[in-house]
């Protein structure tokens, strides 16, 4: 089993950045960031593989937003740039034990408590 803690959520104004962080218990194949907005399903951001470092993003995201790892920390980060409104929600940090690098939720074994981002106008 592994644990998965997220924080760096918080409100800031369109055109700001924020930066998540998922600490991990263990280590895993591959981790992803997913989000969900009021109203909507699950959507996958970004994925990362930890051996190889390949990354993966969503066309929404990318160009604004950067998935990266600590290796030493068993951390994965997500910095977020240029942020709008349409990037409200919670987010979700998730770990595949089988998955090189995923961006469907149910290639994912583990899931953190998500962290909440505001974008404000």
């Known amino acids: 089993q592994v644990q998965l803690v997220e924080s760096g959520g918080d409100l800031v104004q369109a055109g700001g950045s924020l930066r998540l962080s998922c600490a991990a218990s263990?280590?895993?194949?591959?981790m992803g960031w997913f989000r969900q907005a009021p109203g909507k399903e699950r959507e996958f951001v970004a994925a990362?593989?930890?051996?190889?470092?390949?990354?993966r993003y969503s066309d929404s995201v990318k160009g604004r937003f950067t998935i990266s790892r600590d290796n030493a920390k068993n951390t994965v980060y997500l910095q977020m740039n240029s942020l709008n409104p349409e990037d409200t929600a919670v987010y979700y940090c998730?770990?595949?034990?089988?998955?090189?690098?995923?961006?469907?939720?149910?290639?994912?074994?583990?899931w953190g408590q998500g962290t909440q981002v505001t974008v404000s106008l």
């Open positions: 998730a770990a595949s034990q089988r998955s090189p690098i995923a961006t469907i939720a149910h290639l994912y074994d583990y």
């Open positions: 990362i593989n930890w051996s190889s470092g390949a990354t």
């Open positions: 263990g280590r895993t194949v591959s």
